[in-house]
């Protein structure tokens, strides 16, 4: 087909494309509704083929050789993915894709004829090259299978690999074209473990609507370490091992009730485990004080609690007085300025406890004090029972270990804590119908002193 009838073909598709009807399917029965499914699936898959065609032609004009000269270049962007991104609409994540198949696309070989010929879609093609390393693609890439493995070898794994995306999704094909590969090439096992080693990357992306994600890549190694971990924090919660000491059972009891989703659970749970190891060799790993977040508040909002008042982190994201309450109140930096702009002070040596109080705390309630939670020392941080904005003193008691997700809660739903004499006592919120708790040291050893 040549470029004029490509075009002419594509064109005429967009209009048979846009005068079919988009209307409510409520009347649709449901064997009617299926056929649209595979009917919609097939023609997304036809234009996908034809859009990774396009996007191989444009990477071969923009080759990195070209410099400023190449198709992508001129038109005033740096890569192949930006050019579609900003002429197709594209996210980053399918143009990236679209632009590796349709490089396959552009050069003889079992997978290009595969996916030309549409036995194979866009995704089961990606799939395949990339458990396959560059298998099919007639150039060298992770392991270089084209130089290990014959080429008459590497065609017959990717006609069966074709054959099975009949049947299988592109996650689970890109996993046996893995398996296939470490089959054909178990010499170069160990050259893939190192590539997969040398590829393992974290970055944090800051999104516009004010939260942080985190891209974090593992090799299968690491990766091991972090999911025993993260088994641990939430496998009760999604169905895991029955426990028969009952001290674990009653723990995996608490994990299932508890409010918090699966995800939140591991949020929290990393974020704890973070926290609290931030400081075990703080010359080798950080090489300075334990993590903070600063906040930047009025002092007249902080020593109010104004909730009509608000406080700013430095990337700039607003956050409630409930929020500024408890980052005060832990061991995160309070900028506290006046009404006409002036930094009053950085509140942080003045009020937070120091170590040695930070033990005795440790010592005294054994862990986070809210009634039920489990969370060692570690995991806690120090709540000024009196705020110290407010007059509270930096003293052990006037001080209570909680958690960070029962300190949040504590401050986010209006919770106080009141000392009685050597005792303290949980009081609900005004109006909330809950019942005030006087709270018990988990610590072991000072209940049998107590009790002595």
């Known amino acids: 087909m040549s470029p004029a009838s490509l075009s002419d ?40 083929r034809r859009a990774a065609l396009i996007a191989g032609e444009v990477a071969r004009r ?16 740096r890569t192949v993915q930006e050019f579609l991104r900003a002429e197709a609409g594209m996210t980053g994540r399918d143009a ?30 990606d799939a395949i090259q990339a458990g396959l390393g560059s298998a099919g693609s007639g150039s060298a890439g992770q392991g270089s299978a084209g130089d290990s493995i014959p080429p008459d070898v590497i065609a017959q794994a ?9 049947t299988i ?67 009760p919660r999604r169905g895991g091992p029955r426990f028969v000491e009952a001290g674990a059972r009653e723990r995996a009891r608490r994990v299932v009730d508890d409010e918090r989703s699966t995800e939140q659970l591991a949020s929290d749970a990393f974020t704890e485990l973070l926290r609290s190891s931030a400081t075990i060799d703080r010359a080798v790993l950080l090489g300075g004080d334990e993590p903070a977040v600063r906040v930047l508040v009025r002092v007249a909002d902080l020593a109010s609690e104004n909730p009509a008042g ?21 061991g995160s930096e309070a900028v506290l300025f006046a009404d006409d702009g002036r930094v009053l002070t950085l509140g942080r040596t003045q009020r937070l406890f120091t170590r040695r109080q ?17 969370r060692p020392p570690s995991w806690t941080e120090a709540h000024h029972i009196r705020p110290w904005a407010q007059g509270g003193r930096t003293d052990v ?19 106080r804590i009141r000392r009685i004499g050597g005792r303290y006592r949980l009081e609900a919120p005004p109006g909330s119908g809950r019942q005030s708790i006087m709270l018990e040291t988990k610590s072991r050893a000072v209940r049998e002193l107590l009790a002595g």
């Open 62 to 77: 923009s080759s990195p050789e070209l410099g400023l000269s190449g198709f992508a270049q001129r038109a005033g962007h």
């Open 158 to 166: 990717v006609e069966r690999l074709c054959e099975e995306s009949a």
């Open 9 to 48: 073909a594509l064109r005429m598709a967009l209009s048979v494309v846009e005068c079919a009807p988009m209307e409510p399917l409520a009347a649709v029965g449901d064997e009617q509704l299926r056929a649209l499914v595979a009917l919609g699936a097939s023609l997304r898959q036809a234009v996908e």
């Open 310 to 330: 608000h406080g700013v982190l430095e990337s700039g994201e607003a956050v409630g007085m409930a929020t500024v309450a408890r980052l005060a109140c832990g």
């Open 358 to 374: 930070r033990r005795a705390l440790a010592a005294r309630d054994g862990g986070c004090m809210w009634p039920g939670c489990e």
């Open 397 to 415: 008691d006037d001080g209570i270990l909680l958690c960070r997700h029962h300190h949040l809660r504590l401050h986010d739903e209006g919770w």
């Open 169 to 235: 999704d592109p996650d689970r094909l890109q996993k046996r074209a893995r398996e296939l590969r470490d089959e054909l090439d178990a010499a170069g096992i160990v050259d893939r473990e190192r590539a997969r080693r040398a590829a393992r990357s974290l970055r944090l992306v800051r999104q516009p609507d004010g939260m942080t994600r985190i891209v974090w890549l593992l090799d299968p190694e690491s990766a091991a370490v972090v999911t025993q971990i993260y088994d641990r924090a939430t496998s």
């Open 96 to 125: 990236a894709a679209v632009t590796r198949v349709g490089e396959i696309t552009n050069v003889p070989g079992a997978l290009g004829d595969a996916l030309r010929d549409g036995r194979v879609s866009v995704a089961a093609a």
